[in-house]
């Protein structure tokens, strides 16, 4: 290889990629060649940027590392058995390294994970921009409807063939029909999930191709024929994504790794999960962009969730970000609920086993760390031990040795939470835009504060609390939660508050709460359908100095009435609640709706109703 590179003054190696093989604005693929610089800069095992100059680099699924990785929350064994994923930037066992550059832009090819940290330390990712040449999310927008058809564009960067009367649509090494689909209305700029249009069409003709094979590059009109009764009924200048339900890889994967920062990193699309962080100790994320690129006309820059974080501790601030268009939420900080399934030597030995199908795989303790068994039915702690042996029975199953042996009121589905590996969460300065699902879900033990942050008509909650043992079996109970100087911008719906504290506990009783100690103040709603807050199972809750607004919902027909249906407050077994010092638009009635809760439980101003339910 050449010279190594230009020493800093701070001591830190530099390493210019083109002074090792690789080539921007080739049109060829430069995987091996940036793969190799990156193994050399870690082998020298020394402070060391890797610059990227200003240009494109291709990155190709058929040149990438491939390792194997259980990645919490991606597929089940009957999804998509092989755990193997394809990996561009592959940063293994490194330290104190910099990946930094000015104007470059990484294109991917198939289906990859483009960038993954694995049991390294103090590693920086800095100025990145990452996009595909073919999106795994494809999009065509309805230009006309019709008494028995609807006429759609095909995005340029969609492929598709016609077989047999079905669109199909193509990628590399990849096709699918059937899928999640999402409707994107550019006139409020928000998505929402609706059935497939495509599998009740009778008959597909191509209107128009710029040659004979231009529907192969995705760049026709099509107009898409049905049953009379059973035309969907879209809006012209709507666009219609679409995708499959595999996320056999992810955006970018962070493992068994610690203070890791990501700074002023654009992704303009991500497949499968987004950026996950698992069992990592201090993860920093500031200024990221996570949008699909202007003037491109793409409306989807995410697969799934944006953010996804399991098992991790120390600290994970997300700060100064940009959100707009994933396929479901935008972050989500979760533990991992394993069941327990027998436990024997007096209770020093459990058996205990992965139960959602799309998390397995990776080990969920380690010896030292300290565990918490969880009462499933009413997600209430009873007691704690420590980990001192863990052996793998099965890529599902677990026997693990305690030091303290399991509490004799144990029960069988009861499960046990990593109470070691929980992270403190800083949410600040992000925008969040065109999501269909959520803005936040966190559940951790740990300090949380979410603040000055903006969310701009999430369809559903913009802050979900929840915490489970029989669904998707993601923990924990929250002790210390302030969400503040934030502004909702009509999020939610009569289905879902703006601000939802709903652990999926069974046992609800007031004396037995499941989270604490919640403060919202001095944030800014301003809302039509939905309610301010609702809680259940939580104890001390904190909302002050907050303003409502009343507004016409963006997310519905401009035709649409404000109708906040059912309570702006709705409780269920809560206790200590205290509302002080907000204020409230004069159209709105206010009532709290209180379920399974003694009435002296709430403080609250006399102009108030409280019904009882």
């Given at each position: 290889?050449?010279?190594?590179?230009?020493?800093?003054?701070?001591?830190?190696?530099?390493?210019?990629?083109?002074?090792?093989?690789?080539?921007p604005?080739?049109?060829?693929?430069?995987?091996?060649?940036?793969?190799?610089?990156i193994h050399?800069?870690?082998?020298?095992?020394?402070?060391?940027?890797?610059?990227?100059?200003?240009?494109?680099?291709?990155?190709?699924?058929?040149?990438?590392?491939?390792?194997?990785?259980?990645?919490s929350?991606?597929?089940?064994?009957?999804?998509?058995?092989?755990l193997?994923?394809?990996?561009?930037?592959h940063?293994?066992?490194a330290?104190?390294?910099?990946?930094?550059?000015?104007?470059?832009?990484?294109?991917?090819?198939?289906?990859?994970?483009?960038?993954?940290?694995?049991?390294?330390?103090?590693?920086?990712?800095?100025?990145?921009?990452?996009?595909?040449?073919?999106?795994?999310?494809?999009?065509?927008?309805?230009?006309?409807?019709?008494?028995?058809?609807?006429?759609?564009?095909?995005?340029?960067?969609?492929?598709?063939?016609?077989?047999?009367?079905?669109?199909?649509?193509?990628?590399?090494?990849?096709s699918?029909?059937?899928?999640?689909?999402?409707?994107?209305?550019?006139?409020?700029?928000?998505?929402?999930?609706?059935?497939?249009?495509?599998?009740?069409?009778?008959?597909?003709?191509?209107?128009?191709e710029?040659?004979?094979?231009?529907?192969?590059?995705?760049?026709?009109?099509?107009?898409?024929?049905?049953?009379?009764?059973?035309?969907?009924?879209?809006?012209?200048?709507?666009?219609?994504?679409?995708?499959?339900?595999?996320?056999?890889?992810?955006?970018?994967?962070?493992?068994?790794?610690?203070?890791?920062?990501?700074?002023?990193?654009?992704?303009?699309?991500?497949?499968?999960?987004?950026i996950?962080?698992?069992?990592?100790?201090?993860?920093?994320?500031?200024?990221?962009?996570?949008?699909?690129?202007?003037?491109?006309?793409?409306?989807?820059?995410?697969?799934?969730?944006?953010?996804?974080?399991?098992?991790?501790?120390?600290?994970?601030?997300?700060?100064?970000?940009?959100?707009?268009g994933?396929?479901?939420?935008?972050?989500?900080?979760?533990?991992?609920?394993?069941?327990?399934?027998?436990?024997?030597?007096?209770?020093?030995q459990?058996?205990?086993?992965?139960?959602?199908?799309?998390?397995?795989?990776?080990?969920?303790?380690?010896?030292?760390?300290?565990?918490?068994?969880?009462?499933?039915?009413?997600?209430?702690?009873?007691?704690?031990?420590?980990?001192?042996?863990?052996?793998?029975?099965?890529?599902?199953?677990?026997?693990?040795?305690?030091?303290?042996?399991?509490?004799?009121?144990?029960?069988?589905?009861?499960?046990?939470?990593?109470?070691?590996?929980?992270p403190?969460?800083?949410?600040?300065?992000?925008?969040?835009?065109?999501?269909?699902?959520?803005?936040?879900?966190?559940?951790?033990?740990?300090?949380?504060?979410?603040?000055?942050?903006?969310?701009?008509?999430?369809?559903?909650s913009?802050?979900?609390?929840?915490?489970?043992?029989?669904?998707w079996y993601?923990?924990?109970?929250?002790?210390?939660?302030?969400?503040?100087?934030?502004?909702?911008?009509?999020?939610?719906?009569p289905?879902?508050?703006?601000?939802?504290?709903?652990?999926?506990?069974?046992?609800?009783?007031?004396?037995?709460?499941?989270?604490?100690?919640?403060?919202?103040?001095?944030?800014?709603?301003?809302?039509a359908t939905?309610?301010?807050?609702?809680?259940?199972?939580?104890?001390?809750?904190?909302?002050?100095?907050?303003?409502?607004?009343v507004?016409?919902?963006?997310q519905?027909?401009?035709?649409?009435?404000?109708?906040?249906m059912?309570?702006?407050?709705?409780?269920?077994?809560?206790?200590?609640?205290?509302?002080?010092?907000?204020?409230?638009?004069?159209?709105?009635?206010?009532?709290?709706?209180?379920?399974?809760?003694?009435?002296?439980?709430?403080?609250?101003?006399?102009?108030?109703?409280?019904?009882?339910?």
């Amino acid at each position: 290889m050449a010279d190594v590179g230009e020493t800093l003054e701070s001591e830190a190696i530099l390493i210019d990629v083109t002074n090792f093989g690789v080539c921007p604005n080739s049109f060829s693929d430069q995987t091996k060649a940036i793969q190799a610089v990156i193994h050399y800069a870690i082998q020298m095992n020394l402070p060391t940027i890797v610059h990227f100059p200003a240009g494109l680099y291709e990155l190709h699924a058929k040149s990438s590392t491939r390792a194997f990785y259980s990645i919490s929350n991606t597929v089940s064994e009957t999804d998509h058995s092989d755990l193997v994923k394809h990996i561009g930037i592959h940063i293994v066992q490194a330290s104190q390294l910099t990946i930094e550059a000015t104007d470059a832009k990484f294109i991917v090819y198939g289906k990859m994970t483009p960038i993954v940290i694995d049991r390294s330390d103090h590693i920086t990712i800095t100025g990145l921009t990452i996009d595909y040449k073919r999106p795994t999310i494809s999009e065509m927008t309805v230009v006309g409807p019709g008494d028995n058809y609807i006429d759609v564009s095909i995005h340029s960067d969609s492929r598709y063939e016609i077989n047999n009367n079905s669109l199909v649509w193509i990628g590399d090494h990849w096709s699918h029909t059937d899928g999640a689909v999402q409707q994107y209305n550019p006139k409020n700029n928000t998505t929402w999930r609706i059935a497939n249009p495509l599998l009740t069409t009778t008959r597909i003709e191509v209107l128009t191709e710029q040659s004979a094979h231009a529907h192969q590059r995705g760049t026709d009109q099509l107009r898409l024929y049905y049953e009379t009764d059973q035309v969907p009924s879209f809006t012209i200048g709507h666009t219609i994504q679409m995708r499959d339900g595999i996320r056999d890889e992810v955006g970018s994967f962070i493992v068994n790794s610690s203070n890791v920062v990501w700074d002023k990193v654009t992704m303009h699309y991500m497949h499968g999960l987004g950026i996950v962080g698992q069992f990592c100790e201090n993860l920093s994320f500031t200024q990221l962009k996570l949008a699909p690129e202007e003037n491109s006309g793409r409306t989807a820059a995410a697969f799934a969730d944006f953010m996804h974080f399991s098992a991790n501790k120390g600290k994970i601030s997300i700060v100064d970000c940009y959100f707009e268009g994933a396929h479901d939420d935008v972050i989500n900080v979760h533990g991992t609920h394993l069941q327990i399934i027998s436990c024997s030597n007096e209770g020093k030995q459990i058996h205990v086993r992965y139960m959602h199908g799309q998390s397995y795989g990776f080990q969920p303790y380690y010896a030292g760390d300290e565990i918490a068994f969880i009462a499933a039915s009413s997600l209430t702690e009873y007691g704690r031990s420590v980990v001192r042996y863990v052996e793998q029975l099965s890529p599902r199953e677990y026997c693990i040795e305690l030091e303290q042996a399991i509490p004799p009121e144990w029960k069988i589905e009861d499960v046990i939470e990593n109470v070691t590996w929980t992270p403190e969460v800083l949410i600040q300065g992000n925008t969040f835009k065109r999501i269909p699902t959520r803005g936040v879900l966190v559940s951790t033990r740990k300090k949380v504060e979410i603040l000055n942050n903006t969310f701009d008509q999430m369809y559903m909650s913009a802050i979900l609390i929840a915490n489970d043992a029989k669904s998707w079996y993601e923990s924990g109970m929250v002790t210390n939660v302030r969400i503040a100087h934030n502004r909702f911008v009509a999020c939610g719906s009569p289905r879902h508050s703006v601000i939802l504290i709903y652990p999926e506990n069974e046992d609800v009783a007031v004396h037995r709460p499941v989270h604490r100690h919640i403060v919202i103040a001095n944030n800014q709603f301003i809302q039509a359908t939905s309610s301010m807050l609702e809680a259940k199972s939580t104890a001390d809750i904190q909302f002050y100095n907050n303003e409502v607004i009343v507004q016409k919902n963006q997310q519905a027909d401009e035709n649409t009435t404000s109708d906040l249906m059912g309570g702006l407050v709705k409780l269920w077994a809560c206790s200590d609640v205290k509302m002080e010092n907000n204020s409230w638009d004069q159209q709105l009635d206010k009532v709290i709706l209180a379920r399974e809760m003694p009435m002296i439980n709430i403080t609250v101003e006399e102009d108030w109703t409280i019904v009882p339910l």
